[in-house]
């Protein structure tokens, strides 16, 4: 609430509109309105530096200034005090510059009536406070929007720092354990525990941390995997068939870890003796949202007895329960080539 009258500044050069604007103020309460009516424009802003105005009145023909720059000089010396535009004709378009450049209303000279010019005053200071308040709203919406990104970004930059530590722990006990067995199973884990950091990184890397670039984690993780267990890693050849998209983190963690289990099974049993071959990873979706994500190889296929319903290694049972945990379902062809294909739905 404007404590004490008013203060309204008039712009407007034609004396007979002055007096009649004058006027329609007189039949309001006393005290009610102060009202200072200035004849140009340059010295309008002067007044308006001073700070003392509730309440422009604007006419868009002065000696100085015409048309839609005079709301703008205005707008831009007192972008907090809202602003009246007053024409001598009913100009549609004139009108509609000025609504856009932050006018709060407009009056037609000659069509005022007594009571409503007071009555435009209020419901122009009501609509000004209105958007002024919307627009700081909108403005914390933002900063808490933006303190979110920057804390969601440090959480995923400090589990992607943790799981690093971890993987890093366990390839030093590794190095302590003479058993190969032993050291075979430290190392599936750790490779588990890198394909969770890789999603954790490529979220702290993305401006989206909801959603994970999952061609960009392809692009990052496997090859470091096929490094990490191939001898001869060159023998291996990849290929990656997947376009531009983006799953939300509880499905591209378990595709990942699922992506992790089958490479590192080809990589195992496919190739042995140095066997060259490709792995081949694609990921597709269709018109009813659902995602195919499909692993292949050209090694030495599956043997017929391996029952990939029974899970026999903890691997498999991994692949069987990641694809459950994504409501997907788990198709495999034993060779030519061999394929592991998890069907799921997306989340929409």
Known sequence: MIAGPLRILL????LGDVRLLQEMFSTERAGSYEITSLPRLGLALNHLAKGNVDIVLLDLGLPDEEGIETVRRVRKLAPDVPLIVLTGRDDDEAVAEAMLEGAQDYL???????RALPRALRYAIERFRLVSRAALTTMELERRVREKDLLLSEIHHRVKNSLQVVSSLISLEATRIKDP??????????????SMASIHRTLYQSKDFGHVDFKEFLLSFVPSLIQAYSTHPEAVQLEIAVGEVRLPIDAAIPCGLIVNELISNALKHAFPEGRKGTIRIDFSHDQYNHASLSVADDGIGIPEEVDFELGETLGLQLVHLLSGQIGGTLNVSKSSPTRFVVRFPLAV
Not at 182 to 194: D, V
Request: zero cysteines; a neutral charge.
């Open 108 to 114: 037609v000279k000659g069509q005022i009536e007594n």
């Open 181 to 194: 067995s032993m050291t075979e199973m430290l190392r599936s884990t750790q490779n588990r525990i890198r």
């Open 11 to 14: 712009v407007e050069d034609n």
